[in-house]
Nanobody
Framework: QVQLVESGGGLVQAGGSLRLSCAAS??????MGWFRQSPGKERQFVAA????????DYADSVKGRFTISRDNAKNTLYLQMNSLKPEDTAAYYC????????????????WGQGTQVTVSS
């Protein structure tokens, strides 16, 4: 049984910061990522990281502002979000898979429950 438990969402002013966390029940995933979804839109890729090597990939819209990382000992994934903008407002989901790093949501097998991030202007 695989479980991903997210935390850290909330309300923040534009220009502020938040750190999202995702605690995983397993430590054998090859890749983990963050996705976000706002009403009426499809789930979009935000960032991903390989569990062992730490290779990262970011959506162009968040490069330079967001940082994905992981703590292998704690089986925990993080997303540090700085310089937040109103357009970052969305429900954020962590995801995991056993394969290589990819940006397609359809290729991730396991998902967290989502945590809401709201950025006010």
């Amino acid at each position: 049984q695989v479980q991903l438990v997210e935390s850290g969402g909330g309300l923040v002013q534009a220009g502020g910061s938040l750190r999202l966390s995702c605690a995983a029940s397993e430590r054998t995933f090859n890749s983990m990522g963050w996705f976000r979804q706002s009403p009426g839109k499809e789930r979009q890729f935000v960032a991903a990281i390989t569990w062992l090597g730490g290779r990262t990939d970011y959506a162009d819209s968040v490069k330079g502002r967001f940082t994905i990382s992981r703590d292998n000992a704690k089986n925990t994934l993080y997303l540090q979000m700085n310089s937040l903008k109103p357009e970052d407002t969305a429900a954020y989901y962590c995801a995991a898979r056993y394969g290589p790093l990819v940006s397609s949501a359809a290729l991730y097998m396991y998902w967290g429950q989502g945590t809401q991030v709201t950025v006010s202007s």
